[in-house]
T-cell receptor
Framework: EDKVVQSPLSLVVHEGDTVTLNCSYE??????LLWYKQEKKAPTFLFMLTSSGIEKKSGRLSSILDKKELFSILNITATQTGDSAVYLC???????????FGTGTRLKVLA | KAGVTQTPRYLIKTRGQQVTLSCSPISGHRSVSWYQQTPGQGLQFLFE???????NKGNFPGRFSGRQFSNSRSEMNVSTLELGDSALYLC???????????????FGAGSRLTVL
């Protein structure tokens, strides 16, 4: 059965810390992996990783995809209280138009 | 440009009733997907529409249905509501196509349904 597993489920850090969020997946015919940030509203898009784009960076956030080991990580450096949110990982696969989401990692950044 | 708009934002129903939720995608986006989000299960795929056709359906009972109109707006309906249907229902739109970003989902704020 296709699945996406995120870890840890939650973590609490202090401002300035660096965090690494994990997303492992088992899907057939992998097409893409998306990262989203969800506060008390709609998930907002962060990165898309594919076979042709396995590393992305935007400011303090970066992500890599390991297609061989079937996982992705999202790194956040110099965390700020505004980074507090649930981070979602979603995997899409060829031949379908749906994404499988992990249950998310809840990050809390303390001042 | 305007984002994905979902209405209503909040609603309360009782068991046995039915509900219709509406989603207006970003202008130019032709694909609309629906997801159910609950604390225990996370986001679960319901269905996806493109050009008024349902292309994929998730593992939900037949009480959950949807449709898409010619202007890409979409509705989903849940009949004979059960307590377990209480959730945040998220709609997402995408361009759809072959470009690298064409299948990125842009979400609306959701419709929070409470079933009593």
């Amino acid at each position: 059965e296709d699945k996406v597993v995120q870890s840890p489920l939650s973590l609490v850090v202090h401002e300035g810390d660096t965090v690494t969020l994990n997303c492992s997946y088992e899907v057939t015919n992998f097409r893409s992996l998306l990262w989203y940030k969800q506060e008390k509203k709609a998930p907002t898009f962060l990165f898309m990783l594919t076979s042709s784009g396995i590393e992305k960076k935007s400011g303090r956030l970066s992500s890599i995809l390991d297609k061989k080991e079937l996982f992705s990580i999202l790194n956040i450096t110099a965390t700020q209280t505004g980074d507090s949110a649930v981070y979602l990982c979603a995997v899409g696969y060829s031949g379908t138009y749906k994404y499988i989401f992990g249950t998310g990692t809840r990050l809390k950044v303390l001042a | 440009k305007a984002g994905v708009t979902q209405t209503p934002r909040y609603l309360i129903k009782t068991r046995g009733q039915q509900v219709t939720l509406s989603c207006s995608p970003i202008s130019g986006h032709r694909s609309v997907s629906w997801y159910q989000q609950t604390p225990g299960q996370g986001l679960q795929f319901l269905f996806e529409y493109f050009s008024e056709t349902q292309r994929n359906k998730g593992n939900f009972p037949g009480r959950f249905s949807g449709r898409q109109f010619s202007n890409s707006r979409s509705e989903m309906n849940v009949s004979t509501l059960e307590l377990g249907d209480s959730a945040l229902y998220l709609c997402a739109s995408s361009l759809a196509g072959t470009g690298s970003g064409a299948n990125v989902l842009t979400f609306g704020a959701g419709s929070r349904l409470t079933v009593l």
